[in-house]
C-alpha cells in the first residue's frame, strides 16, 4: 500500500474534479454487471431491474456510464452487491480472515465468491479475460480494477491516514472494520428480504380475506335469492291447492301444475 497505491492514490486526488466523477462513474456502471445477477440470487427483483435500467441508460445516453444520466431520470443508485454477499445471505459464515497481496482484506467466504467471477459470473470478466473479443482485452479488465482500488484508496485517504495514526494494531482494527462493514451489509439485505416477505405475507391475507368476504357476501345474496323462489313456489302450490278444494279445478289440472313446477 505503502509503495504502490497510497502514492497512486495522492496522484488521483489531483486530477480534476470531473475526471475523477467521470472515472467513479465508469466504475460503479461496470460493477452492476456483477450486482445486477446478486441482486436476483438475493430476491432483490426491485433493485435487479432499477440496476439493468441504470446499466443500459448510462452505458448508451451516459457514453459509455462516464455521465450518471440514469439518476437525473429518477434512477437511484443502489448499493453493490458480490457473490460474498450472496454466499452470507444464503447462511454461509465468513471463515478465516486474510490478507491477499493487492487485492486486499477477504475471508474465505469472500474469497469462494470472487471465484464465481472468473468462472462466469462477472461480464466483464467474460468478455476481457475468459474470450477472446476484438474490442476488449485482458488488460482493460486489470486496469478497471486497478483504477477502483486506486480511486477507493483516494477517496479514503484520510481515513486511512487517521487509522494508522490512531491504531495500536493496524492489521487488527482492518480486520475488524472489514468485517463488521461485511456483516452489516449482509444483514441489511437479510433484514429487507425479511420485510419484503412479512409485508407479502400480510398482503396476501389481506387479499385472501377480502375474497372470502366477497365470497361470503354473492352466497349470502345467492342464498336469499332462493329462499324468495321457493317462498313463491309455495304460495302457488298453495294457491292451486285450495283452488282444487273449492272445486275450481279438477285433481288432474292440479297435479299437471305440480307436475310443470317441479
Excluded at 482484506?105 to 479475460?129: A, E, K, L, M, Q
Aim: contains cysteine.
Amino acid at each position: 500500500d505503502a509503495a504502490v497505491f497510497k502514492p497512486l492514490a495522492k496522484g488521483y486526488r489531483k486530477l480534476p474534479q470531473p475526471i475523477r466523477s467521470g472515472t467513479s462513474n465508469v466504475l460503479n456502471n461496470l460493477g452492476n454487471v456483477v450486482t445486477i445477477p446478486n441482486n436476483i440470487l438475493q430476491g432483490q427483483i426491485k433493485d435487479a431491474g432499477i440496476n439493468s435500467l441504470r446499466l443500459i441508460v448510462n452505458s448508451t445516453l451516459g457514453i459509455a456510464g462516464i455521465f450518471d444520466v440514469a439518476s437525473y431520470y429518477g434512477l437511484k443508485k443502489r448499493d453493490k452487491e458480490d457473490y460474498g454477499q450472496t454466499l452470507g445471505v444464503w447462511g454461509a459464515g465468513p471463515g478465516c480472515y486474510f490478507v491477499l497481496p493487492i487485492l486486499g482484506p477477504t475471508t474465505v467466504r469472500d474469497s469462494i465468491g470472487s471465484v464465481f467471477n472468473i468462472i462466469g459470473g462477472d461480464v466483464w470478466y467474460n468478455v476481457t479475460v475468459a474470450n477472446d473479443t476484438k474490442y476488449f482485452s485482458e488488460a482493460d479488465y486489470y486496469s478497471s480494477r486497478l483504477l477502483s482500488g486506486v480511486a477507493f484508496r483516494a477517496k479514503n485517504l484520510e481515513s486511512f491516514n487517521s487509522l494508522e495514526n490512531n491504531s495500536v494494531d493496524l492489521y487488527a482494527s482492518v480486520r475488524s472494520l472489514y468485517l463488521q462493514d461485511r456483516k452489516k451489509k449482509i444483514q441489511n439485505i437479510i433484514i429487507l428480504s425479511i420485510a419484503v416477505i412479512i409485508i407479502g405475507a400480510i398482503i396476501a391475507y389481506n387479499y385472501s380475506v377480502d375474497v372470502t368476504k366477497q365470497k361470503g357476501l354473492q352466497f349470502g345474496n345467492e342464498l336469499s335469492q332462493i329462499e324468495n323462489e321457493i317462498s313463491q313456489i309455495q304460495n302457488k302450490f298453495y294457491s292451486e291447492k285450495t283452488m282444487w278444494i273449492e272445486g275450481d279445478i279438477t285433481r288432474d289440472e292440479l297435479l299437471k301444475f305440480y307436475d310443470g313446477h317441479i
